[in-house]
């Protein structure tokens, strides 16, 4: 085994290679930048020897280099939430495309761009920006969103003030096979306030996007993602979120295809009878690897958390779930629940499951489970018997098992339309 001091200094070696001068702006994102490129360059690039790496190596992520996707032609499906009336804000090979974005309001809503925010001295952002990605660092390193922190110059700052009357949704497109992107994304939610974000498409080949959300006393925030159907596309992706009293956050994401997708969530339950819902659906076919890793503290008294994550998976696909439920002393009377499953549709797929609760208060409701297994013969045998085709009773068998994590999502005609997707991915794979 290499020695703690020899590894750290690979770390912080590789990460060296990385670093390169910070972009210019106004003083408080200097700040953030120069704080966050210091997190970097002491924790070092992440490696497969990390304990949260071990099941995915992170080399291509951090490889030098711009990197190669070819883009998947989506022309058989209409675009993603294309039914729902929503503010539309584009960006292209992850910049910020104007020309094809809505206005840049909406009642009860501010909406800016990180690009435009950085040229000031002062922002409201500052207390936000960086903060909850150094926050994010302990107990578990997450080094990819510090380097994010320093070196994006895209993004969306969102303060919402009431109830909008319209999701805010932020579209990614590709226009090159050779991308890298660096999205960083600030939400505010006012105490009382409530706004649904959704996220779609292959933001580039490869791809590091960091969403820091605070959400106030008896705020909501809605949080729905697509990452897009390309095949060799590569992602890391991280939401840090702290709640107040009685604030709610729910996230799902769907994952299909990608050849490696990383999606990192660390939630902070800070005020009493708070409640965070994470979940999400993950459907692979072949070169196929999708991590989940999430973290939810509970750090005050009366909250509710969930976690529940399936994943679909064959032809080698690799399925992967790390998460933990933090219970603090203080955080009597919580809820924590978390399930992972996966069902595999042939030998040569895979499931890595890493399920943790760690709690210290004594007056708490918290459980987890981990399952991986195959298309149940009785209850494909039923839907045969019934006359009902062999494809058809199979893809009507894994839309049954990927419901529970889509009941995760509050809209039923957002979920509805998720649920299309993933038929219309299951008849193209039979």
Known sequence: ??????????????????????????????????????????MGAPLKRDEYWKFTDPRALIAEGTATAAIQDTSDEAPMFDAFDRVKLVFVDGVFDAAASDALALEGV????????????????KDIYGTLDARAQTPVERPLASFNTAYATQGVLIRVTGTPAKPISLIYRRSADGSDALLHHVIRVEAGAEVTLLEHGPLAARSNTVI????????????????????????????????????????????????????????????????????????????FHADDTVFVAHNAPGCESRQVFKKVLRHGAVGVFQGKILVDRVAQKTDGYQISQALLLDEDAQFLAKPELEIYADDVKCSHGSTSGEIDATQLYYMRARGVPEAEAKMLLVLAFLAEALDEIADDALAGDLRDRLEAWLQRHK
């Open 1 to 42: 085994m290499m020695p703690r001091a020899k590894l750290k200094a690979q770390k912080q070696e590789r990460a060296a290679e990385l670093v390169r001068p910070l972009p210019q702006g106004g003083a408080w994102i200097t700040r953030a930048r120069e704080a966050a490129l210091a997190r970097w360059s002491e």
């Open 110 to 125: 501010e909406i800016g761009l990180l690009e435009d925010a950085a040229k000031a001295d002062l922002h409201w952002a």
């Open 212 to 287: 820091e959300a605070d959400i106030a006393e008896g705020a909501t925030l809605h949080h729905i993602r697509s990452q897009g159907r390309d095949h060799a596309r590569m992602g890391a992706s991280h939401i840090f979120a702290q709640l107040g009293a009685k604030a709610q956050l729910k996230s799902f994401t769907l994952t299909v295809n990608g050849q490696l997708t990383r999606n990192e969530a660390q939630v902070w339950l800070d005020g009493a009878d708070g409640s965070a819902h994470l979940a999400g659906a993950s459907v692979g076919d072949g070169a």
